[in-house]
């Protein structure tokens, strides 16, 4: 008897704090920002900089944040459902594959709007934004091929996906236009965690003779600036600047700023000027950069340097367009 | 490529890589061979491995010792098969699913604690990493001795362990008796063989070798850890057990073989055939499937792998 009292007691008691819960939403009308990562948030690159401009967003619009990291592609969906029931007013996927699911679970919760980070899906209430990546991508390209002796680069991508194949293809035209017959050995490694991987990968196109490693494969990409650095070779970083990780080595990182992507859909939200399409911001935004050279910076002739700020200059003004390729050339 | 001795050199970096690939796999192969042979499945390899390689880390970080590293990369892993072996051995709990569960335990704990002591930085933090030993003479040896015979200590330690896992295995008594213990437990308890007893001393040697094949990962390829480092090494490791058929040099040339195959698409993928990429991702797999088709019906599985023993069951 008394087991049974307590069970029915119990059951009203959740009933009535669930009845709560829902409320909760309601009443207070602070924004709720949400974001859901495919790797861990503390990668040092990709996901660590999608990371910064989640805090940035609660620190400077005072937004409610929260996030799921190392989100596998088969729970994308689930990952979106979970917040969109939770009441969150935006709902961000950082990375291309967070397109399409997005678009699904959109069509369950019209009143809640996704934001894909680098993916080509949209609807009603669904936004793609995009950086253009492959405009730091060329620098890197000329960076390395002005900085390469042996007239071979190599580069690492993670899984050949057409925002990681744009920025590959970016830095193979960029090496081209400073030395025609360069050759860029380019490797996609199928994944972008596995570090051991990613350095192997770039041992094989050291082993061939490239002196300058780039990469765009989020954490397995560190493999490639460690079996640089482990060679006395340079490197270019990725996502955010990776100095730290290898100050000798590294000559500078192609900067997303994820924060200034993530702030300004953000804002389109909150103001109602966010529209379900396709979203490209770019160096003239402040949504692309690249790094200081730090320690490296007198390693680097003037005349290279001067050419990157020019050619800079050239593409925020928009005199030099930057082709997107997104299949894999030879 | 017409020279010589640029395929020459393209065959011995092959090879040289192929090594690095194989050394993780390897090692965790041996202790998990040890423990099939005496009727242990321990599904968890991935979880020790893991479980080492951050043990492994965590330890030179905070004492910039390699020594240091190394004992705890054997404690870490040695933690999670003990987990394994008690819990299968004392409560008789179906080893596969202990296995499958201490892999998620492993991956968990491993990050958490690793965010709980360095918090949710941006930066990477590094440890010392071995050097590679150069031995005398030997590496003198044009293009073949620079391939062998100068190479970090893990390589070395992963030869002399296959070698003396062999005479263990196979040229003493005990390694019979764990045979036996592996094929038939109670007839091998009847004759007085101490059954738990030997199965905790196989735990132990897979703990410490699983582990080290982690502490390879962190101490000599990377110098640092991530979340998930392993990134399914240990179920590869699973795989060139069955290819090696528990034999110590079979798991060395099964993880020879996926790490040549591994290091092999990288090359190819730079050859700019324009073939899609995913086809050069899957060839260590299909490398792997096909060597398992041509040992179709050779099984040599220990009769009792997988099934706990019970002094007083029939």
Request: proline share 3%; aromatic share 10%.
């Amino acid at each position: 008897m008394v087991n049974k009292l307590l069970v029915i007691f119990l059951v009203v008691a959740f009933l009535f704090t669930a009845c709560a819960k829902k409320k909760a939403p309601a009443g207070d009308n602070v924004f709720k920002v949400a974001m859901l990562t495919s790797g861990p948030v503390n990668d040092g690159g990709w996901n660590a900089a999608a990371y910064q401009g989640l805090l940035d967003i609660g620190e400077k619009l005072g937004f409610e944040t929260s996030y799921t990291e190392n989100v596998a592609v088969a729970d994308i969906e689930a990952g979106y459902i979970d917040y969109a029931s939770q009441g969150y007013d935006l709902i961000i996927g950082h990375g291309f594959e967070f397109g399409d699911p997005a678009v699904r679970v959109g069509e369950r919760y019209p009143d809640t709007k996704f934001v894909a980070i680098e993916s080509n899906a949209h609807s009603d209430n669904v936004a793609s934004y995009r950086m253009a990546c492959k405009e730091a991508g060329y620098l890197m390209g000329v960076l390395a091929a002005e900085m390469s002796t042996t007239g071979k680069l190599g580069i690492i991508g993670g899984v050949e996906q057409p925002s990681i194949v744009q920025v590959l293809e970016a830095y193979k035209i960029g090496a081209k236009s400073v030395n025609p017959d360069i050759i860029v050995y380019d490797v996609y490694v199928g994944t972008f965690t596995d570090v051991a991987k990613g350095k192997e990968a770039t041992m094989a196109m050291i082993d061939k003779g490239a002196d300058v490693l780039s990469h765009c494969a989020n954490q397995a990409g560190t493999g490639a600036i460690k079996a640089a650095e482990e060679k006395g070779l340079f490197a270019t970083g990725d996502s955010y600047d990776q100095n730290f990780l290898a100050p000798n080595t590294i000559l500078s990182s192609t900067i997303y700023n994820v924060p200034a992507l993530v702030l300004a859909a953000a804002t389109h939200v909150k103001n109602g000027t966010f529209k379900g399409e396709i979203i490209e911001l770019g160096t003239s935004d402040g949504c692309i950069d690249i790094a200081p050279y730090h320690e490296l910076d007198t390693k680097i002739p003037e005349e290279v340097k001067t050419k990157i700020e020019n050619l800079k200059k050239q593409i925020i003004d928009g005199s030099l367009v930057v082709p997107s390729v997104e299949t894999r050339t030879i | 490529m017409a020279e010589a001795g640029t395929v020459l050199y393209y065959i011995v970096t092959l090879f040289a890589a192929s090594i690095r690939m194989a050394v993780p796999l390897t090692l965790a192969g041996l202790g998990e061979s040890f423990s099939e042979r005496s009727g242990v499945l321990n599904i968890g390899l991935e979880g020790i491995m893991l479980s080492g390689a951050f043990f492994s880390f965590m330890a030179a970080y905070i004492t910039q010792s390699i020594i240091v590293g190394v004992i705890f990369g054997c404690f870490g892993g040695l933690l999670i098969s003990m987990i394994h072996a008690y819990m299968s051995f004392k409560c008789y709990v179906d080893q596969v699913i202990v296995g499958i569960a201490l892999n998620f335990f492993s991956l968990g704990l491993t990050s958490f604690l690793f965010m709980a002591y360095f918090g949710r930085t941006t930066t990477v933090p590094q440890c010392p990493v071995v050097k590679p030993i150069r031995i005398p003479l030997l590496s003198d040896i044009p293009i073949v001795g620079d391939v062998l015979f100068n190479q970090d200590i893990f390589v070395y330690f992963m030869i002399f362990a296959c070698f003396v896992s062999y005479i263990i295995l196979y040229k003493t008594v005990w390694g019979t008796n764990i045979d036996a213990i592996g094929e038939h437990p109670k007839a091998a308890d009847t004759v007085g063989l101490n059954v738990k007893k030997t199965r905790y001393i196989t735990a132990i040697i897979n703990g410490c070798l699983g582990g080290l094949g982690g502490a390879y990962l962190t101490l000599a390829l990377l110098g640092f850890f991530m979340e998930n480092i392993t990134s399914g090494k240990g179920f590869i490791a699973l795989v060139v057990v069955i290819l090696g058929r528990r034999h110590p040099f079979g798991v060395l040339f099964a993880a020879l073989l996926v790490g040549a195959a591994e290091a092999l698409q990288y090359r190819l993928q730079t050859l700019g055939s324009g073939l899609p990429s995913q086809v050069f991702i899957m060839l260590p797999y299909v490398v792997t499937v096909i060597v398992l088709l041509f040992s179709i019906g050779k099984s040599n599985d220990p009769a009792a792998l997988g099934i706990s023993y019970k002094r007083s069951s029939r």
